[in-house]
């Protein structure tokens, strides 16, 4: 289950999400719930995590070497889904979690592939673009795919953007096919 989203680990987001409002603690929720991500981000971890022989105290102390400036509240959810044996929801809060709060705060993460590296200038300004298009603050990741011959590809949430070379080929091929 590792690696995938449950519903349940958005419940889980979502009650913490909550939390964080009320409290107006979102960035310390945000540390807390990344670290729930790394301590639990391969199946083996939770099950060592959730051991018989693991205590309450030695489980604590893993997560402090992980989590120094842990709450007392942010332990003890910890705590909680380590009780109902639902540590391996980890990967899958953190995941919704980090979505939650994108929105929460206007944010948008965009996937941008291109055929050669680009540079910092580069990527800021296609941040902007699709800032000012999208409404929202972008954040983007960079890759580099040589298979799309120039041009770029770029993903935001389920919105594709294909301005590749490779994309349109294929699609001047697709159109000569059907004349």
Do not use: C
């Not at 449950?6 to 939390?19: F, H, N, P, T």
């Not at 309450?56 to 109902?84: C, G, H, W, Y």
């Not at 953190?94 to 680009?118: G, K, P, Y």
């Amino acid at each position: 289950m590792s690696g995938t989203r449950d519903v349940a680990g958005r419940r889980y987001a979502s009650a913490i999400l909550e939390i964080a409002r009320d409290s107006n603690t979102l960035d310390s929720w945000s540390e807390a719930v990344e670290g729930l991500g790394a301590l639990t981000a391969q199946p083996g971890y939770s099950e060592a995590l959730q051991s018989d022989g693991m205590t309450d105290e030695a489980f604590q102390s893993v997560v402090k070497r992980v989590i120094p400036d842990i709450s007392t509240e942010q332990m003890n959810l910890f705590r909680l889904l380590r009780r109902k044996n639902r540590l391996i929801l980890g990967p899958s809060i953190q995941s919704f979690f980090q979505e939650l709060v994108d929105e929460e705060r206007n944010i948008a993460r965009a996937m941008v592939t291109s055929a050669v590296e680009l540079d910092g200038t580069q990527a800021d300004d296609i941040a902007g673009k699709l800032s000012d298009a999208l409404g929202k603050n972008i954040i983007i990741e960079t890759r580099v795919d040589e298979s799309i011959i120039g041009g770029l590809v770029i993903r935001v949430g389920d919105q594709l953007i294909d301005a590749s070379t490779r994309g349109q080929l294929s699609a001047l091929k697709s159109h000569i096919a059907r004349t």
